[in-house]
């Protein structure tokens, strides 16, 4: 926009909606459930704005019940890939001439359609097609994905307004340019607000991003593709496609114009696309940008000191909120021996109290895992606690596939701080305790940081401050994300910027200005008003 200085509107964060009882939220959103129940839809892929079928159909069905079937969406074979590569090349001529208030204003209108118009339909589709409670679907992909748009749009105009000092005579200018050619986002199943912001933040900052959802997330992330169309965004500059994960690499890294990788997912995965891009960087016309966040083995650590009760309600609400299927949650907890004797009983009471079911059901606090995979997976996980002469098992512990995927809340207690389960990300509702001598804060502040390789989410429960400071000093690098007397989890866009180093990825901070500015690629302008006439310095006079 010419002749004027654009200031975006002031960002807050989306309230959420509670759903409760009677409220017409609540009704809006049952009604929602019904349409996506009743409607066999057909995801196809989007390339350059055109929808495009293949012969691999793939059913989608949900987690909670087996029997359901929502529909079906498309995966891209070669030649889809190829032409999305194509398409988004071909919109980088055009999206790059649009202006940073232009690119804005699409951002912000998507925001505003996904927060009304869009809301229910897309809670709903989280909740049915991933097995996501009410609640934990409105945080997720109406409040948290609307967030990630208003604020990367409020860290864009602080990059562009980030100028370096001119002196007299000088004009210098810092331009923020987008990267030369395509990024590529490749997000998790488990939240839609990263499945949202993984392709959108790169494109805010004027790139072009090619958009893989996950296998087991496709229908929540095409009725945001929805959203984006009819909020103005240009064709191809984000190309919607479901594919297989390695075949969908092999092309995207052997391209001369990858030029940046925004990645959610597991430590494997994150590895051999880091391995594949090192190897073809001779290929490429720009070294890309990786910026991953990957997983974690995510702590409680609690003092003597402690508030009892918030501590019992941040263990069940860390480890077991949608099934303990986030990065962020709580699988291990470090407990004083006398403060165990004084918890256990009312832990396991309130786990006694935990409803698991179809996400239709409000009642239930938990739902479903995603899939046969992961159940197999978390499901061995308790084998091994239960064979093991090593743990027992306290709480739970039954598995059942027979309708959905269904597993139980489950705590395992310990006496080796290398257990397995208190050692290996586990991804499901499994939180392992570990009980230390009360004299020893200090040394099991110590073993908790070397337990893990990785270092994303983990809090400290006292009231004691000499005892936080310590492990604030103890568990630095223990955590990108640190908490002090609540959860683990529930990092909030604009108030807690997310993300963890060592094993838990580059630590880019999603919510940030610091993951925004990675999609830039900066050039520095100097303009002299005064250009010297002649060569010769001072120095050179002669004595």
Same mark, same amino acid.
């Given at each position: 926009?010419?002749?004027?200085?654009?200031?975006?509107?002031?960002?807050?964060?989306?309230?959420?909606?509670?759903? $409760?009882?009677?409220?017409?939220?609540?009704?809006? !959103? /049952?009604? #929602?459930?019904?349409?996506? =129940?009743? +409607?066999?839809? %057909?995801?196809?892929?989007?390339?350059?704005?055109?929808?495009?079928?293949?012969?691999?159909?793939?059913?989608?069905?949900?987690?909670?019940?087996?029997?359901?079937?929502?529909?079906?969406?498309?995966?891209?074979?070669?030649? $889809?890939?190829?032409?999305?590569?194509?398409?988004? !090349? /071909?919109? #980088?001529?055009?999206?790059? =001439?649009? +202006?940073?208030? %232009?690119?804005?204003?699409?951002?912000?209108?998507?925001?505003?359609?996904?927060?009304?118009?869009?809301?229910?339909?897309?809670?709903?589709?989280?909740?049915?097609?991933?097995?996501?409670?009410?609640?934990?679907?409105?945080?997720?992909?109406?409040?948290?994905?609307?967030?990630? !748009?208003?604020?990367?749009?409020?860290?864009?105009?602080?990059?562009?307004?980030?100028?370096?000092?001119?002196?007299?005579?000088?004009?210098?200018?810092?331009?923020?340019?987008?990267?030369?050619?395509?990024?590529?986002?490749?997000?998790?199943?488990?939240?839609?607000?990263?499945?949202?912001?993984?392709?959108?933040?790169?494109?805010?900052?004027?790139?072009?991003?090619?958009?893989?959802?996950?296998?087991?997330?496709?229908?929540?992330?095409?009725?945001?593709?929805?959203?984006?169309?009819?909020?103005?965004?240009?064709?191809?500059?984000?190309?919607?496609?479901?594919?297989?994960?390695?075949?969908?690499?092999?092309?995207?890294?052997?391209?001369?114009?990858?030029?940046?990788?925004?990645?959610?997912?597991?430590?494997?995965?994150?590895?051999?696309?880091?391995?594949?891009?090192?190897?073809?960087?001779?290929?490429?016309?720009?070294?890309?940008?990786?910026?991953?966040?990957?997983?974690?083995?995510?702590?409680?650590?609690?003092?003597?000191?402690?508030?009892?009760?918030?501590?019992?309600?941040?263990?069940?609400?860390?480890?077991?909120?949608?099934?303990?299927?986030?990065?962020?949650?709580?699988?291990?907890?470090?407990?004083?021996?006398?403060?165990?004797?004084?918890?256990?009983?009312?832990?396991?009471?309130?786990?006694?109290?935990?409803?698991?079911?179809?996400?239709?059901?409000?009642?239930?606090?938990?739902?479903?895992?995603?899939?046969?995979?992961?159940?197999?997976?978390?499901?061995?996980?308790?084998?091994?606690?239960?064979?093991?002469?090593?743990?027992?098992?306290?709480?739970?512990?039954?598995?059942?596939?027979?309708?959905?995927?269904?597993?139980?809340?489950?705590?395992?207690?310990?006496?080796?701080?290398?257990?397995?389960?208190?050692?290996?990300?586990?991804?499901?509702?499994?939180?392992?305790?570990?009980?230390?001598?009360?004299?020893?804060?200090?040394?099991?502040?110590?073993?908790?940081?070397?337990?893990?390789?990785?270092?994303?989410?983990?809090?400290?429960?006292?009231?004691?401050?000499?005892?936080?400071?310590?492990?604030?000093?103890?568990?630095?690098?223990?955590?990108?994300?640190?908490?002090?007397?609540?959860?683990?989890?529930?990092?909030?866009?604009?108030?807690?910027?997310?993300?963890?180093?060592?094993?838990?990825?580059?630590?880019?901070?999603?919510?940030?200005?610091?993951?925004?500015?990675?999609?830039?690629?900066?050039?520095?302008?100097?303009?002299?008003?005064?250009?010297?006439?002649?060569?010769?310095?001072?120095?050179?006079?002669?004595?």
């Amino acid at each position: 926009m010419k002749n004027c200085k654009v200031k975006v509107p002031q960002t807050l964060n989306e309230p959420v909606y509670n759903y $409760e009882v009677g409220s017409s939220h609540r009704q809006l !959103l /049952k009604d #929602a459930i019904k349409k996506i =129940k009743s +409607d066999k839809i %057909e995801i196809p892929l989007i390339i350059g704005g055109k929808e495009y079928k293949t012969n691999n159909k793939v059913e989608i069905r949900s987690p909670h019940d087996h029997s359901e079937l929502l529909g079906y969406y498309y995966k891209a074979s070669k030649d $889809e890939i190829a032409l999305a590569i194509n398409e988004n !090349l /071909k919109a #980088a001529k055009v999206w790059s =001439k649009f +202006d940073f208030s %232009e690119r804005a204003a699409i951002f912000l209108k998507a925001a505003e359609l996904l927060s009304t118009k869009y809301r229910y339909i897309i809670n709903a589709a989280t909740m049915i097609s991933i097995s996501k409670s009410a609640f934990q679907a409105e945080i997720d992909s109406a409040c948290e994905l609307t967030d990630f !748009l208003r604020f990367n749009v409020q860290y864009m105009q602080q990059i562009y307004e980030d100028q370096p000092y001119s002196p007299k005579g000088i004009w210098n200018i810092m331009q923020y340019r987008p990267l030369e050619g395509f990024v590529f986002a490749a997000p998790p199943f488990n939240f839609v607000s990263i499945s949202g912001n993984l392709p959108t933040a790169p494109a805010i900052m004027g790139n072009v991003t090619i958009f893989k959802p996950a296998s087991s997330s496709v229908y929540a992330p095409h009725i945001f593709m929805q959203v984006l169309k009819e909020a103005g965004l240009p064709d191809g500059v984000i190309n919607f496609l479901p594919a297989q994960g390695s075949q969908i690499g092999e092309y995207i890294f052997s391209n001369p114009y990858f030029a940046g990788l925004h990645f959610t997912g597991s430590v494997e995965t994150f590895h051999n696309m880091w391995s594949n891009i090192a190897k073809n960087i001779p290929l490429y016309k720009t070294y890309p940008r990786i910026v991953g966040e990957t997983g974690g083995k995510d702590f409680i650590f609690a003092h003597q000191s402690t508030d009892k009760k918030a501590l019992i309600t941040s263990i069940v609400r860390g480890a077991f909120e949608y099934q303990g299927q986030k990065c962020s949650a709580v699988s291990r907890v470090y407990l004083p021996k006398s403060l165990y004797n004084e918890i256990k009983d009312d832990l396991l009471h309130e786990i006694d109290k935990i409803k698991m079911g179809s996400p239709e059901d409000f009642r239930n606090f938990m739902n479903a895992v995603i899939d046969k995979e992961a159940f197999e997976k978390i499901s061995s996980y308790i084998d091994y606690a239960k064979n093991s002469s090593q743990a027992t098992i306290l709480k739970g512990g039954k598995c059942d596939n027979s309708i959905g995927y269904f597993i139980e809340p489950t705590v395992i207690l310990t006496d080796n701080p290398q257990f397995k389960t208190i050692t290996e990300e586990i991804f499901g509702p499994v939180v392992t305790l570990y009980l230390y001598d009360d004299a020893k804060y200090e040394e099991t502040l110590k073993l908790c940081d070397q337990t893990s390789p990785y270092g994303l989410t983990g809090a400290i429960f006292a009231q004691d401050r000499a005892a936080i400071n310590l492990a604030m000093e103890k568990l630095e690098q223990a955590a990108g994300n640190f908490y002090i007397n609540d959860k683990p989890t529930g990092a909030v866009v604009g108030q807690q910027p997310f993300g963890g180093a060592r094993a838990s990825g580059t630590n880019d901070k999603a919510g940030s200005l610091l993951n925004l500015i990675r999609w830039t690629s900066a050039r520095a302008i100097k303009e002299n008003f005064n250009p010297t006439q002649a060569f010769e310095y001072p120095f050179m006079m002669e004595e």
